[in-house]
Each structure stands twice: as C-alpha cells, then as structure tokens.
C-alpha cells in the first residue's frame, strides 16, 4: 500500500466534512481543554462529522495513512481519555445528534453518538419513557462519550451503568468499515457479545457512531431526603436498610461529607447548611416508582422514623416539593463542582464492594492523613454502588504545585487499600491518560495481554486513541 503524505491527508480530510466540518484556529481551543486542568489537547485538524458515512470516510483515510485518530464527543470526561495528539486528527461527534427512532412499545431509543445526555432525556420523556442514566455532566455530555466510558452516575443502583442501558451500536471500526449492530434486543446469544467491546473502551477500539438504548416507565412518585449521621458505618448500615425496606425503589444512594456541606455553603451562591446542626456525615436518599398511589412517602418516613429510633439517623429533612428535591441535589452537585476552591486536589474514583466502604474511608483517610498531616480527605459520591470519588484535598494554606507533584505517590497508598478490599482504581471515570500506568501496575499480566490482543485484533496499526487505557 503506498503511504499518503499526511498534507495530502488532511486536505482529503477536510473536503469529507466540507467547511462546517472543519474547526481552527481559536475555535478549536475549547476541543484542546481538559476539564482537570491536567493535559492539554492538540491536532492536526478538528473535525466534525455530520453522518456516519463521513465517519467512515475519515476514519478509513486515516488507516491508509497511518494517522491516529482521537475521538471526543462533550470532552467532558475526566481522566484525560479525550486528550488528542498533535500527531493526529480530532473527531469529534457533536454534529451527529438525531434521535433516529423511538419504539415506545419496545422501550428503546436509537440516537446518534453526538446526541447530548440531556436531550436523550427529554426524547424520553416526551414519549412517557424514562432514560435513567443522569449525572453531573449531562447538559454537554454525548451518549457516545457516556457510552465509551461506561458512565455512572446517580441512578446506577436502580438502572445500571451505560453498558447495562446499550441494546445495540454501530461503530466505525479502524480500517474504516461500519459494523451496525443496532438491534433493540433484550435476548440475543448469537456468539460474542461484540458491542461490550466498544463499551468503555474509551475510543481505543473504534468510533460509536449510533446506539439503542433501553428505555423504562416513568417515575410517577418520587421522594427525597438528606440525613446526618455519625459516623460512616451508619450511612452504610442505613443503606443496607433502604435497601431491604424499599427494594427495587432506592433509586439513588449518595454520600456527602461535612466538608463538602462547608465547601458548598462557603464557596456556592445560594446555599445554607441544610439541618439545624451539624453532622460528620449526610446521605442524599431517593426512593422511586412508576406505580400511581403508592404513597413512597409513608416507607420513606417510616425507614428514617426507624433509623432515628435506633440512633442511627441524627436529623434528615425530606423535599416537600419538586423545588426542594431539586435543592437537595443542587448541594449534591456543588460537592462535586466546587471542589477545587479548596486548592489542589488529588482524584481517585474507586469501588470497592458496598460492605468495605466504611472500613476504606477509614482506612484511607488514615493512611493519608499519616503520610501528611492536614491533608483534607473529601469522599463523596456513589456508595451505594461501592464508588467514592475519595479526592484528597491539599492542607489549608499549601503550595498547590508542591501538594500535586506527590499525585502518584497518594495514589499508590490510596490504590493499595483499594485493591487489599477487592477493589477498582478505576469505577466509573475511566482509565484514559490519568490511570493509565496505575492500571499497568495493578492489573494482572493476563488480564492486560488479553487487553492488548483485543487492541491488536481490532486495530493492528495502533491508530485509534494512542496513548489512553493500555
Ligand atoms: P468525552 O470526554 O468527549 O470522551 C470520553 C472518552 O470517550 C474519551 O476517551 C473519548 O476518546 C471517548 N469517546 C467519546 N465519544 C466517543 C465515540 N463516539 N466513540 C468512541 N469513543 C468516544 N462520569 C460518571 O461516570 N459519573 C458521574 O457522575 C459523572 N459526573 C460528572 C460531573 C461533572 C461535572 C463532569 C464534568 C464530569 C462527570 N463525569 C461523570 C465524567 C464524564 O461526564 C463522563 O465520563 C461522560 O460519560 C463523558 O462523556 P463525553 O461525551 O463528555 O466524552
Ligand atoms: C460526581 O459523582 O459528581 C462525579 O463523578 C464528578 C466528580 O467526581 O468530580
Ligand atoms: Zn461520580
């Protein structure tokens, strides 16, 4: 095969997309932005296709010219999997962002990959159908991104992650050719399960072009509630009794440490510490049903009514309204958005099984708090899946360069407990740039040998997202 000069390329590149495909000068900045601050983006060209048919084109010129391809959709991932290389070509999807179909009776939507999080949503909904993945990100993420990560989020305990809510894809392969594998099916053992390998692979195997994805009822009754307690083996033992009470109703089951509810009521516009006192710990508790009448408000008061009786509950407030829920979930999501106003933080997205959480926190917190004294532990998040974002916080009045350079070194004490636990280093972020050599070290030689062999399979020249996972 003769190799193309890459000038050539991208100008053969660039007439596939036509001039509202291609992206430069300043208005490629916002493609080179990475959300930790950590890396910095750059390419030889930005493109945005409109159809899968010119992704195809792309990916295939591309292949023939040996030039790596970096795929992005919201770039709003936070391990760094949507970096691209100045060696390469970004492609970014946000131009592909119809929803294709809607089966109301089958419970599945088909989109494309570029389609945002949030409009997937409301798609959704105006159908009377409920799209449940939901997180922080969702007003720019694309279900591309989401799915290529394997996103989380709020709902997981109740719905699953991204790969439980795929049915089907199409994807771009490597070499240019598209695989449809769009079926709504809910029973298919036709051989391998071929789209798991694209789910989560973070780009490094192909480009997602369109999903179907499963939809649910409604929800007609929904009931919130903030709680305090003391110590965090309550807040899991709190949740083991959600659980068990409330059954498949517990949608969400999040963690939000006294620090966060400083942060938040110092650093955020608008909000005040939500109980009359104080409290080391607090969970963020839904409970839901698609059933009409069936007063989820009396189980949710007669679960905490209980978890008070029994001391292990200190003081909870419930949303008296849609306006109120919202509240509750906007401190939620201040937790997570404001964190660094506290100076330089250190990230870890782990999970280790629901009835370790307490003893890691513990544990961890120990642990770093030794290595350096003042070092602010900041967990919150997803325990009702076992997933902590335990961020480690610079001490108060710290050189914030000096505090990030030991990032590796909290990291192995953080990954060393994680793993003793039968733990993840990675739950629902990704492994990306970020992880990459954390995910070397703990990984076990078969497990990444099989990893590679994949890669080798699927793209033998290396071309799709170098440098992130492997
Ligand atoms: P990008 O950041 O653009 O890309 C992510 C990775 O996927 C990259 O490796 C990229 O190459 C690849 N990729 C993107 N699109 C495609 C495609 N079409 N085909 C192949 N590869 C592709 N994540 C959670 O899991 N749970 C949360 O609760 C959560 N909350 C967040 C809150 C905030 C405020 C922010 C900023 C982020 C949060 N995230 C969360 C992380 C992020 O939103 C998710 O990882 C999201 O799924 C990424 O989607 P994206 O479209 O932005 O992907
Ligand atoms: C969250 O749960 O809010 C996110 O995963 C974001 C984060 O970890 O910062
Ligand atoms: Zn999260």
């Not at 179907?212 to 929800?219: M, V, Y």
């Not at 004294?373 to 974002?389: A, K, M």
């Not at 733990?423 to 497990?447: C, K, T, V, W």
Request: hydrophobic share 45%.
């Amino acid at each position: 095969m003769d190799t193309i000069v890459p000038a050539d390329a991208i100008a053969r590149l660039k007439s596939v997309v036509g001039p509202k495909g291609v992206v430069e000068g300043a208005d490629a900045e916002p493609y080179f932005h990475e959300q930790r601050g950590l890396y910095r983006g750059a390419a030889l060209a930005v493109l945005r296709p409109a159809a899968t048919e010119e992704v195809a084109q792309l990916v295939a010129i591309c292949a023939e010219a040996r030039l790596p391809v970096y795929p992005q959709g919201g770039n709003t991932g936070l391990s760094g999997g949507a970096v691209a290389g100045k060696d390469g070509v970004l492609i970014n999807l946000g131009r592909m962002n119809r929803v294709r179909a809607l089966d109301a009776l089958n419970f599945t939507i088909t989109a494309e990959a570029g389609c945002v999080l949030a409009e997937l949503q409301r798609a959704a909904e105006a159908a009377d159908r409920l799209f449940p993945l939901s997180l922080g990100a969702e007003g720019s993420c694309q279900i591309g991104g989401n799915l290529s990560t394997n996103a989380g989020g709020i709902n997981v305990l109740r719905y699953g992650n991204a790969r439980e809510l795929a049915l089907g894809l199409e994807v771009v392969l490597p070499d240019g050719r598209v695989w449809n594998g769009l079926r709504g099916l809910r029973k298919n053992n036709t051989g391998y399960d071929l789209k798991q390998l694209f789910i989560g692979a973070e780009g490094t195997l192909g480009v997602i072009t369109a999903a179907t994805l499963k939809l649910f009822p409604r929800p007609r009754e929904v009931e919130t509630a903030l709680v305090g307690l003391k110590r965090v083996e309550d807040v899991m033992e709190l949740f083991a009794r959600a659980r068990a009470a409330t059954g498949d109703q517990l949608t969400g089951f999040e963690l939000i440490p006294r620090i966060g509810i400083d942060n938040v009521v110092q650093h955020g516009q608008g909000f005040h510490d939500p109980l009359a006192a104080r409290h080391p710990w607090y969970a963020l508790v839904e409970i839901s049903t698609s059933r009409s009448g069936a007063n989820l408000r009396a189980a949710l008061e007669a679960l905490l009514a209980v978890a008070m009786a029994a001391n292990l509950v200190q003081d909870g407030t419930i949303a008296e309204s849609e306006a109120q829920r919202r509240e509750l979930w906007r401190i939620r999501a201040g937790v997570a958005e404001l964190q660094e106003k506290l100076g330089g933080s250190i990230k870890h997205d782990v999970s280790v099984p629901v009835s370790k959480v307490a003893e890691f926190i513990v544990r961890g917190s120990t642990a770093v708090g030794a290595r350096l004294p003042g070092i602010r532990p900041y967990p919150f998040g997803h325990v009702g899946d076992g997933n902590i974002h335990f961020n480690l916080m610079q001490p108060a009045g710290a050189d914030k360069s000096v505090y990030l350079k030991r990032w590796a070194e909290f990291n192995r004490i953080v990954h060393d407990i994680v793993v003793s636990l039968g733990g993840s280093i990675s739950a629902e972020h990704g492994i990306g740039l970020m992880r990459r050599d954390e995910l070397a070290h703990y990984a076990a030689p078969l497990e990444l040998e099989m990893m590679r062999r994949v890669k080798a399979a699927l793209d033998p020249d290396g071309i799709m997202n170098p440098g992130k996972v492997l």
